[in-house]
């Protein structure tokens, strides 16, 4: 039988390349179940980087499910504590009920040494493998744990697809000879910018210790110019008094990038990748050894289960793929939280920490108050909860003359429902933002509400240029007043622009009509999709003044309808968005090129119609904070447009992302728009409107008390529950004023028992 094809049943020749962790635990628990296991290090016994590994009870569970040898010898090792301590400016602040376990890098190999050899496994040690296609040829099954570096993925590149990239930040892994009482984190505001220290006990006597800083803040240190001697003593004087005056010292310790490993495929034939070579995740929010860990656990129970070798790799890929894109993603919002460190160092010190136990989105509200509640409730006093039985999404907020009783927003979705195509709105209208008023949220949205025939995206958009069209907006508006009383009602403004002239969403979204379309316009004259939308008009200066007063009108029929709030749609692509981004925006005129002059028009637009919108009712300004796309609007930019709508007296910034190019790569995931809107507010300290598969409750009050947002804008789960928002205050036994059911509904405000409960 070839090399690849032998059946799981038999016993397989197996090589492991690499010696790590990873490596040696696949081929202990490969050849517990009776297969013949080599392994290649090109190390000594002795040799590892680094100093402590952190294992968490879940991946212990694993192991000591699957072989209980090696998890008796960890626990015999193992050092445990639950704090995590957290110092900013001086202030030492302590989260307890976390729960780690580490042990030295060195004695956790000495184990699986000790394990392997005991199995039969044959060890080489300072011994390169050969080439993986040489093994594979060889071998039944080839494990790749061969590290982040990994000959094997480089030379397989065309099959394992990988995408490799670098953090903007240094680090460099040293030790102490002493250990630390928590896991410690600690911030150094320096001449130079601030950095970082992680620490954290791996043995009664050591601490593996990370000092970590921006690339800019590193060079501008000098620390590019130190060896490893003069680095661990300097990083030693930044952080003296956690250290207790004590020296740190390294292990071929170096200042190095962190770097993030993608591979499409994880197989190839009889090869497989495991542990670093396969991924990587940033180690702020835990060990690189516990994922590869788990991979092994995978792997072996994959081969044990599965009739051959390319069905066990098949089923291994399945059943690791999703925790490891979990974790990559926390990973990868604690790594750009700790890139963006600077921005948060002036919050308030319980919510920064706060603000870092969460980072990741991993920790939340709910579960860091059940680990340690008095911690919490001392956040959410800080945060201005009226007292402890009050979560903080439903504490409220006020702009200008309008208070909203909790933090919920109905966000703006296109309904494309408006009756007989000439943009008015019905009673579907009326039931849909009727519904979601009586379901318990302090603001709800209307659509995009256009401000001419010709800025329809669709032929079922709703439009405030007619006198019917407000009309019938205020009958909408009078019954939410009076059947939802202290429900706001927001009217979002906008022109489609490039993306008008199109079908309705179900019928293909921005697919142009077959027949009946009516011209569009742009700041310059490119189609959304190349090939498929129609090309736009580029706006002259007179299209611009009658645009302008279209707005205006607009926002005064507005004002008449009764809507408490006024958002301005400067996203996604539609006109306002499409003179924003340098994608979309090619003037030559004083309306393009530099930021301030794309910034003109929608600035002038804005400045229109707060002119004619009610000085005591606010005003807000829905962005598209990145385009999702190469050369498109920047992080700086976004902050950029943000400070000069504030400026101009938005109250507000709705920050949402992306749509503006058709082919955008948007990374997404729960809450992944969040950290947009969350630079914007602790650059700027301006009110924002968070958005983006927000889901959850516990999502809103976490995003809240770190500081992130003010309000929270949740579209989908209002359209699958209109009352999403009284069912959270169910959901946490919350009876308060925020968020009060309409009393016809009382009876329902307790959730039903289920089945025979």
């Not at 400016?89 to 376990?101: E, I, K, M, Q």
């Not at 050591?206 to 110019?225: F, P, Y």
Request: negative net charge; contains cysteine.
């Amino acid at each position: 039988m070839a090399a690849g094809t032998a059946r799981v049943g038999g016993a397989l020749r197996v090589a492991v390349v690499g010696g790590g962790p990873g490596g040696l635990y696949a081929a202990a628990l490969l050849a517990r179940q009776g297969h013949t296991v080599e392994v290649w290090e090109r190390g000594a016994p002795e040799d590892t980087f680094g100093f402590g590994v952190v294992l968490s009870d879940e991946t212990l569970g694993g192991i000591e499910a699957a072989d209980t040898v090696v998890y008796a010898a960890l626990g015999a090792e193992f050092v445990r504590w639950d704090d995590i301590d957290i110092v900013h400016r001086g202030r030492l602040l302590t989260s307890g009920g976390h729960g780690f376990a580490a042990i030295g890098r060195r004695r956790l190999l000495e184990i699986l040494h000790e394990r392997c050899a005991g199995l039969g496994v044959k060890l080489r040690f300072r011994t390169a493998a050969p080439a993986a296609a040489l093994l594979a040829a060889s071998y039944d099954l080839v494990v790749a744990a061969d590290g982040v570096h990994s000959a094997t993925r480089q030379g397989g590149a065309a099959h394992f697809r990988p995408t490799l990239t670098s953090g903007h930040c240094r680090y460099i892994w040293l030790a102490a000879d002493f250990a630390f009482d928590a896991f410690r984190f600690e911030i150094a505001e320096t001449e130079h910018g601030v950095m970082q220290l992680h620490a954290y006990p791996y043995s009664a006597d050591a601490s593996t210790v990370i000092v970590e800083m921006h690339e800019k803040v590193w060079r501008a240190a000098g620390l590019d110019l130190c060896d490893e001697d003069e680095s661990a003593a300097r990083c030693a004087k930044t952080f003296g008094e956690a250290l207790r005056g004590r020296p740190l010292h390294g292990n071929r310790s170096a200042w190095t990038q962190f770097r993030t490993v993608v591979n499409e495929r994880w197989s190839h034939g009889n090869v497989v990748l495991l542990g670093d070579a396969a991924h990587t995740a940033h180690f702020s929010i835990g060990s690189g050894t516990k994922l590869a860990v788990e991979d092994a656990l995978a792997l072996a129970e994959a081969v044990a289960a599965e009739p051959d070798v390319p069905a066990a790799l098949a089923a291994y890929e399945t059943a690791r793929r999703p925790a490891v894109a979990s974790t990559q993603r926390a990973a990868a919002a604690s790594m750009r939280w700790f890139e963006e460190l600077a921005g948060y160092v002036d919050q308030p010190a319980r919510q920064f920490a706060f603000n870092l136990l969460t980072r990741s989105r991993r920790v939340t509200h709910d579960n860091l108050r059940l680990r340690d509640e008095r911690f919490t409730r001392a956040v959410e006093r800080d945060f201005g909860c009226p007292d402890e039985d009050t979560p903080p999404m439903f504490t409220p907020l006020k702009l200008r003359g309008l208070t909203l009783r909790n933090r919920v927003v109905v966000s703006p979705m296109d309904m494309y429902s408006a009756q007989d195509g000439d943009g008015t709105p019905g009673d579907f209208h009326l039931v849909h933002l009727g519904a979601r008023a009586l379901g318990g949220a302090a603001l709800v949205m209307t659509e995009m509400v256009c401000v001419s025939a010709e800025g329809r995206i669709t032929p079922g958009c709703t439009g405030l240029y007619t006198a019917e069209q407000a009309a019938a907006w205020t009958r909408i508006a009078d019954f939410v007043h009076t059947c939802a009383p202290g429900t706001a009602l927001g009217v979002q403004l906008g022109h489609s622009g490039p993306k008008g002239s199109t079908r309705l969403m179900w019928e293909g979204m921005d697919d142009p009509l077959p027949e009946g379309n009516w011209p569009v316009v742009a700041a310059s004259a490119l189609p959304y999709r190349p090939g498929v939308s129609a090309v736009p008009r580029a706006l002259t200066a007179a299209d611009l003044a009658a645009i302008r007063s279209d707005f205006a009108a607009a926002a005064v029929r507005a004002a008449g309808c009764g809507f408490d709030l006024l958002e301005l749609h400067c996203a996604h692509g539609y006109l306002l968005s499409g003179f924003l981004s340098p994608l979309t925006n090619h003037r030559t005129d004083a309306y393009g090129g530099p930021l301030e002059n794309r910034l003109r028009f929608p600035l002038e637009v804005f400045d229109a119609v707060r002119a004619v919108w009610p000085a005591d009712r606010p005003m807000t300004v829905r962005i598209s904070a990145t385009d999702w796309a190469p050369g498109g609007t920047s992080a700086r930019d976004a902050v950029d447009i943000a400070a000069a709508f504030a400026a101009h007296g938005a109250d507000a910034i709705d920050v949402s992302t992306g749509q503006v190019v058709a082919d955008e790569s948007p990374e997404y995931g729960r809450s992944y728009q969040t950290p947009y809107a969350d630079r914007i507010r602790n650059a700027l300290g301006v009110p924002v409107i968070a958005v983006g598969a927000i889901s959850s409750w516990d999502d809103v009050n976490s995003l809240l008390l770190a500081g992130r947002a003010d309000l929270c804008a949740v579209g989908r789960p209002h359209l699958y529950d209109p009352h999403w928002t009284l069912h959270a205050a169910a959901d946490q036994s919350y009876a308060g004023p925020a968020a009060p059911w309409p009393a016809p509904y009382r009876a329902g405000s307790r959730k039903p028992p289920t089945g025979r409960g």
